[in-house]
T-cell receptor, first 111, second 115 residues
Framework: DAKTTQPTSMDCAEGRAANLPCNHSTISGNEYVYWYRQIHSQGPQYIIHGLKNNETNEMASLIITEDRKSSTLILPHATLRDTAVYYCIVRATSGTYKYIFGTGTRLKVLA | ETGVTQTPRHLVMGMTNKKSLKCEQHLGHNAMYWYKQSAKKPLELMFVYSLEERVENNSVPSRFSPECPNSSHLFLHLHTLQPEDSALYLC??????????????FGPGTRLTVL
C-alpha cells in the first residue's frame, strides 16, 4: 500500500500557483519524498525530490514540514500543460527498488 | 524526452500470439524496470534488473518473460496473454547506488491491447 495520502482532485486557474498537498505521517528518517506527474497515457515524469530541506528546481518547489509528516508541491505559475495526475511517493535510499504509486491527485488547470 | 525509449508505442495482439516489448535507455544507468498500469489502477512494479541481473520479480505470471541483455536494453516477451493483460507497460531506468536516492526515469510506455 502507498505510504502517502493525497486529495483525489484539484482545480487551479491558469497563471496561478498550484499547491498540491501530501501526507506521509509514517515516513522514516531515511526516506525521501518524490514527486512525479503523469499526463494522460504517457510515462510518469520526474519533478522533484527532497529529504528534509525545501527544494526548488526549474519545474517546481517542494516544501517539507519540519516534522516531515507532510509536504506540498508548488507549481508557481500553472499552465494548461500542467494538467496531469501528480504522485507523491516516499522511499528509502537503499534496500528497495520499489516506488509505490498511489492514486495521486488529478490536477486540472482551468483557462 | 527522458532518455528512455520504448517500442512499439501501441500493440494489438491475439491471445495466441507471441510479441516482445523493447526498452532502451540512453542515460548510462545500471538498473531497469518494467511497470504495468491498468485502467484506473496505480502503477505496479513487475520486474527489476540491476547490473543486468534480475533482482525483483513481483509475482508476475510466467506468460511475461523479461530479458536484459545489457544495461541499456530491456525486453518483455509476451506469450498467450489474456484480455485482462491489456494495459500500459512502462519501462524505467535509474542509477543504482547504495545510500543514494535513485531517481527513476520513465519511457513513454507501450499501450497493449489483447483481443
Amino acid at each position: 500500500d502507498a505510504k502517502t495520502t493525497q486529495p483525489t482532485s484539484m482545480d487551479c486557474a491558469e497563471g496561478r500557483a498550484a499547491n498540491l498537498p501530501c501526507n506521509h505521517s509514517t515516513i522514516s528518517g531515511n526516506e525521501y519524498v518524490y514527486w512525479y506527474r503523469q499526463i494522460h497515457s504517457q510515462g510518469p515524469q520526474y519533478i522533484i525530490h527532497g529529504l528534509k530541506n525545501n527544494e526548488t528546481n526549474e519545474m517546481a518547489s517542494l516544501i517539507i514540514t519540519e516534522d516531515r509528516k507532510s509536504s506540498t508541491l508548488i507549481l508557481p505559475h500553472a499552465t494548461l500543460r500542467d494538467t496531469a495526475v501528480y504522485y507523491c511517493i516516499v522511499r528509502a535510499t537503499s534496500g528497495t527498488y520499489k516506488y509505490i504509486f498511489g492514486t495521486g491527485t488529478r490536477l486540472k488547470v482551468l483557462a | 524526452e527522458t532518455g528512455v525509449t520504448q517500442t512499439p508505442r501501441h500493440l494489438v495482439m491475439g491471445m495466441t500470439n507471441k510479441k516482445s516489448l523493447k526498452c532502451e535507455q540512453h542515460l548510462g544507468h545500471n538498473a531497469m524496470y518494467w511497470y504495468k498500469q491498468s485502467a484506473k489502477k496505480p502503477l505496479e512494479l513487475m520486474f527489476v534488473y540491476s547490473l543486468e541481473e534480475r533482482v525483483e520479480n513481483n509475482s508476475v505470471p510466467s506468460r511475461f518473460s523479461p530479458e536484459c541483455p545489457n544495461s541499456s536494453h530491456l525486453f518483455l516477451h509476451l506469450h498467450t496473454l489474456q484480455p485482462e493483460d491489456s494495459a500500459l507497460y512502462l519501462c524505467a531506468s535509474s542509477q543504482d547506488g547504495s545510500g543514494r536516492p535513485d531517481t527513476q526515469y520513465f519511457g513513454p510506455g507501450t499501450r497493449l491491447t489483447v483481443l
